[in-house]
């Protein structure tokens, strides 16, 4: 099985602010990989497939990057609606998600 | 826009069985591959397993946790997807979310879930 490390586990920010995530996995899984954004009680929503892909209505200020084992998803200003938590998934053999990250306000 | 809209949650005592439902609207039911992710209380998500399309033959794939207990299936008639789960363990306690499926795996829509709690 991939397992998914993500890191930190939690980021404090305050709005304005660039956000930095990680997830790094066990062994390669080419660009095969999603980020997902969950806030409290909702569903998950895709934000990013193919490492780098945003899905429909994903704002631009999300951007995934990397390949192989070391993925970056960057908020490159933090509104008030992007606190939440952070998971990322991986396709590249049977289906994975990291451990998530919790952004919340600083 | 792609609707989902799970079903069938409840209480359960564990080696008892129960099954969802999810139904769909708002695109194409029988070109999709449909999955099954779940959430336990306040933890991460987990995928459960997939169907894909009758068309390519229906297949099912499970993860290691539930394989052998748990069962997907579709009715493209009715756009619907099912999972039928036995002899339930407390650890499947979960959020459960019926999702579609595109390209390598990646969960596009999402239902908004159903509680399972398997409890004595």
């Known amino acids: 099985e991939i397992v998914l490390t993500q890191s930190p586990a939690t980021l404090s920010l305050s709005p304005g602010e660039r956000a930095t995530l990680s997830c790094r996995a066990s062994q390669s899984i080419s660009s095969y990989l999603a980020w997902y954004q969950q806030k409290p009680g909702q569903a998950p929503r895709l934000l990013i497939y193919d490492a780098s892909n945003r899905a429909t209505d994903t704002p631009a200020r999300f951007s995934g990057s990397g390949s192989g084992t070391d993925f970056t998803l960057t908020i490159s200003s933090l509104e008030p609606e992007d606190f939440a938590v952070y998971y990322c998934q991986q396709g590249s053999h049977w289906l994975t998600f990291g451990g998530g990250t919790k952004v919340e306000i600083k | ?120």
């Open chain 2, 1 to 120: 826009e792609a609707q989902l809209v799970e079903y069938g949650g409840g209480s359960v005592k564990p080696g008892g069985s129960l099954t969802l439902s999810c139904a769909a609207s708002g695109f194409t039911f029988s070109n999709v591959w449909m999955s099954w992710v779940r959430q336990a209380p306040g933890k991460g998500l987990e995928w459960v397993g997939r169907i894909k399309t009758t068309a390519g033959g229906g297949t099912t794939e499970y993860s290691a946790p539930v394989k052998g207990r748990f069962t997907i299936s579709r009715d493209d008639s009715k756009n619907t997807l099912s999972l039928q789960m036995s002899s339930l363990k407390t650890e499947d306690t979960a959020v459960y979310y019926c999702t579609t499926d595109f390209k390598q795996g990646y969960q596009g829509s999402w239902g908004r879930g159903t509680l399972v709690t398997v409890s004595s």
